[in-house]
């Protein structure tokens, strides 16, 4: 994967330095120093933003360009659950690297990704779907991406809008969230190939949201990715305004080995089970391992009910062989290298609503 960069000595001196401002972050912070022994290196709201103000006086030196000569910008993509906005950032980076599957509610943390062009680099934050549940992984995903607009560190919003669904309480909810974040905001209309009346929905939109009415918007089905792609990057760039570069031109994304992984499997299980399923799996990384050229991984696959269990394994443990050699396959074109895979299923009852689980596996973050 362009921009992913396994091995610690080729590592830039920005993306050092960005490790180690962060490391003494973590050190003042418990919960995040837990997370950091753990592998999940993603800072909290506090840590990322004092991470980012250290970033900023040191990025001119080390990247060897002054501010002044680079636009920049962090962009948040939010929107209701399986509005598109996972798929629409895949398209702009040319990759695939958040998991899109037809299940709501597939994206569970904030994830970021780069995009880099001459003089210019965009930093994109996908957010969970912003949606109420009946459990306690519901709410910390909705705070997660309410945190990201409302916390000071985006400049821009970017709403996406699935124009194939009505409005109701739950586009409501979103519209007054980002009505009320004070940034820029960008309206991307999505699905418009699932809508038979696209501008017509636009219109009710518009009335039902006059809030938005001066914002720049655009129209787009994010299937279409390199139409959605130029559409959109032809509104967001000039968005970006004089700054540094937060991240070395060459990675696409700070999200380390064992998060895509544990991703990677996810979207695995997500696809080859049906039901309650998909929703009740979380996917632990109990080790991985990279040697010269082949990384090891230990897996669990935690369930909340032996009956899911017995689904995923499958008769005579089919099921779990397709996922674990899919998945193998997926990680070992993301590393670049052989992949051994083993997965293990486990029986977590009601794991979405225990707190204690949902930030040992890193999903819900302090701060």
Sequence with gaps: MRGYRARAPMDGPLELSRRGAHARLYSQRPDCAGAARRGHHQPCGHCRASGQRVLTR??????????????????????????????????????ELSIVTSVPQTTRRNLRGVYNAPGLQIVFVDTPGLHRGAHALNDVMYAQAARSIADGSIDVVCYVVDLSRAFGEEEDAVAGLVAGAGTQVIIVFNKADACPTPEARRAEFAARYPAFSDRPAITVSALDASAARAAFLSVAEPLAGPGPRYFPQED????????????????????????????????????????????????????????????????????????????????????????????????????????????????????
Excluded at 68 to 93: C, D
Excluded at 255 to 260: E, T
Excluded at 318 to 345: E, T, W
Aim: charged share 30%; hydrophobic share 40%; proline share 3%.
């Design 58 to 95: 040191r990025a001119g030196i080390l990247m060897n360009t002054q501010a002044s000569e680079l636009r920049s910008a962090f962009f948040a993509l939010v929107g209701r659950p399986n509005s598109g906005k996972s798929t629409l950032l895949n398209a702009i980076l040319e990759e």
């Design 252 to 367: 696409l994304t700070d999200a380390d080995m064992r998060f895509l992984a544990a991703e990677l499997i996810r979207k695995r299980i997500i696809e080859a089970t049906r039901e309650e399923v998909p929703h009740a799996v979380c996917v632990e990384i109990i080790s991985y391992k990279e040697q010269e050229d082949l990384h090891r991984i230990d897996a669990a696959i935690h369930v909340e009910t032996t009956g899911q269990k017995g689904i995923v394994i499958g008769k005579q443990g089919s099921l779990i062989r397709r996922i674990q050699n899919q998945a193998q396959r997926d990680i070992a074109r993301l590393a670049g290298a052989r992949a051994r895979l083993k997965c293990h299923v486990r029986v977590t009852p009601k794991w979405r609503d225990n707190r204690r689980f949902l930030r040992e596996m890193g999903i819900e973050r302090p701060g």
